[in-house]
């Protein structure tokens, strides 16, 4: 294993900062409940801790409009409090990824107050403004992912400012040639303090058409999400947007042992695009991992997902490292998409998968969605578009984190409202319970981790799809050189099967049953699986 890197052997456990741990009663989760939580995070056998925005910020996409790229938002902390959560989590052996939003800032950066005070102040070309339209609206019809035009007229100068999610998100030049090395530094700036990657924010829309061309009607659009009226062909994903993210990927390399991560949401042909070249070394000079959201977003059943998964091993360039994800801060929770029960066999398949996982805090203990009463809906596209706001609302996905079953959860003192709503079932779906309980979710969760990291063949090894002839089931082996390997079988339906993997070997044992429960040897020529049930089964060498 000793060739592979950290973001590839290891598992990246993602924390809101807002909804983990309240150490100071505002309500609103900081560094220091973090930290003071580092216990459980190692107990996970994560390696790697990616947080969202800490920056100082106006709160407008909750700290994804960055005022400052280099300090701590007071919310959250300190820079002492930063460093003292840093040098634990290194001090634990664990990695910590930050945040970076290089796509825009907020409107209450410097560099956004100055450019917005006059057209010829030299900042001015850092941002993208242009005159109104002929008509004397919008200069294009390109629209906010959160509803609306992605113009802002700016009365003080008489033009308009692009931004493709709040209004208080202007979107930074980078075709200004000032814009990215001010951006490198402030990646040095966290990287000389010690950080070992960054999750790049929708780094697939860096760059924007220069002519600021109108988009074309997207004849798909299935009437519901207005952004998806168009087709984002001058907005998203293009090519010069490679280089760069080269750039970006060659300050990682003045740095030992650094990686990034990119948002993307893209097919797997264009996708794959964003790891770049292979140089000499083997390594790639664009991003270490470019996000793959397959999981999030197809329908869960075995073929499609096995599809998927076959379709993506096919695709990625020779020596490019895979990954997969279940939810994040923008997704429904998985638990709500397909149930409690396959929620545990999702668990199981991106902890068997090839390719980094990253876990959703709350996902090892099957955290649901939460419906959130209108007066505490807050994320800007629920509340731009009351409408859909079911649809595309964030809130219900970033509630507080269910420790335990005291009134708030333990995540914040008693007496306070925490910021978000608590979920309705925190009392029976929360840490404490489910440590009494050797059969939980998260018990199943750290079975899984606990095998992935002590076995070379599921955390390194090359992946095979089995075809097994069963519907919905979806079988496949994980094996390396010289060490045990595993065959995984997982059923994504309600319907028991029998199974002959008699091809594979006559007999294997039960690793890991996602009812914690079944062990023992088990018949490949005769192999009952039951309703929801996945097993990792060890063929010994
Ligand atoms: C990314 C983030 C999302 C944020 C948006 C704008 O998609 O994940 O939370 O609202 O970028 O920064």
């Not at 303090?193 to 960054?198: N, T």
């Not at 997207?218 to 984002?232: D, M, R």
């Not at 007066?375 to 629920?382: M, N």
């Not at 809130?395 to 995540?411: E, K, L, V, Y």
Request: overall charge negative; some cysteine.
């Amino acid at each position: 294993m000793e060739r592979f890197s950290w973001w590839q052997k290891g598992i990246i456990y993602q924390v809101y900062p807002r909804s983990y741990q309240d150490s100071n009663g505002d309500g609103i989760g900081d560094l220091a409940g973090i930290h003071q939580r580092l216990d459980y995070i190692q107990s996970l056998n994560v390696d790697a801790i990616w947080l969202s925005p800490i920056y100082p910020s106006p709160m407008h996409d909750f700290g994804y409009d960055v005022a400052d790229y280099c300090d701590i938002n007071p919310i959250f902390g300190s820079m002492d409090d930063f460093d003292a959560l840093q040098e634990d989590i290194h001090a634990r052996g664990l990695k910590l990824i930050l945040d970076l939003v290089p796509n825009h800032s907020s409107n209450e950066h410097p560099w956004f107050v100055e450019s917005r005070s006059s057209r010829d102040n030299p900042k001015r070309d850092w941002y993208i403004w242009r005159d109104p339209g002929l008509d004397g609206g919008p200069p294009n019809n390109w629209l906010s992912f959160f509803g609306g035009p992605a113009w802002t007229y700016d009365e003080h100068t008489g033009q308009y400012y692009l931004h493709q999610f709040v209004t208080q998100q202007p979107e930074l030049n980078y075709r200004h040639p000032d814009v990215l090395p001010a951006m490198l530094d402030n990646m040095r700036f966290w990287l000389g303090k010690g950080v070992d990657g960054f999750r790049v924010d929708v780094i697939w829309l860096m760059l924007k058409d220069e002519l600021l061309r109108n988009e074309p009607p997207n004849p798909g659009w299935g009437g519901v999400k207005p952004f998806e009226s168009l087709q984002h062909i001058h907005t998203q994903n293009l090519s010069g947007v490679h280089d760069l993210i080269k750039q970006m990927r060659a300050v990682l390399d003045e740095y030992n042992d650094r990686m990034m991560v990119g948002e993307i949401y893209l097919p797997n042909q264009d996708l794959v695009k964003y790891y770049g070249a292979r140089r000499a070394d083997g390594s790639f000079d664009e991003c270490h991992l470019p996000f793959n959201f397959q999981l999030l977003q197809m329908e869960w059943d075995a073929q499609t997902v096995q599809d998927a998964v076959d379709a993506y091993e096919a695709v990625l360039p020779e020596g490019a490292w895979p990954n997969w994800v279940l939810g994040n801060h923008d997704k429904h929770r998985v638990a709500t998409r397909i149930g409690q029960a396959q929620a545990r066999v999702a668990n199981m398949l991106i902890l068997t998968l090839r390719g980094t996982p990253t876990t959703y805090y709350g996902e090892e203990i099957g955290m649901e969605n939460v419906s959130i009463p209108l007066e505490f809906v807050q994320d800007p596209p629920a509340v731009n578009q009351p409408e859909i706001a079911h649809i595309v609302g964030r809130d219900p996905i970033r509630t507080p984190m269910q420790w335990n079953n005291s009134s708030n959860a333990g995540f914040t003192e008693e007496s306070i409202v925490p910021w978000l709503p608590l979920a309705a079932d925190y009392q029976d779906r929360n840490v404490e319970q489910q440590e009494k309980e050797p059969t939980s979710m998260l018990g199943l969760y750290r079975a899984l981790t606990g095998l992935r990291r002590s076995e070379p063949a599921l955390a390194v090894g090359d992946y095979v799809s089995v075809g097994t002839n069963a519907a919905n089931v979806f079988a496949y082996q994980r094996s390396a050189a010289g060490v045990d390997s595993f065959l995984i079988v997982l059923n994504f339906g309600e319907q028991s099967h029998t199974l002959d993997l008699s091809q594979i070997a006559s007999q294997a044992t039960i690793a890991v049953a996602t009812d914690m429960q079944r062990s023992g040897v088990v018949d490949l020529s005769n192999l009952v699986l039951g309703p929801n049930e996945g097993l990792v089964l060890i063929r010994y060498k």
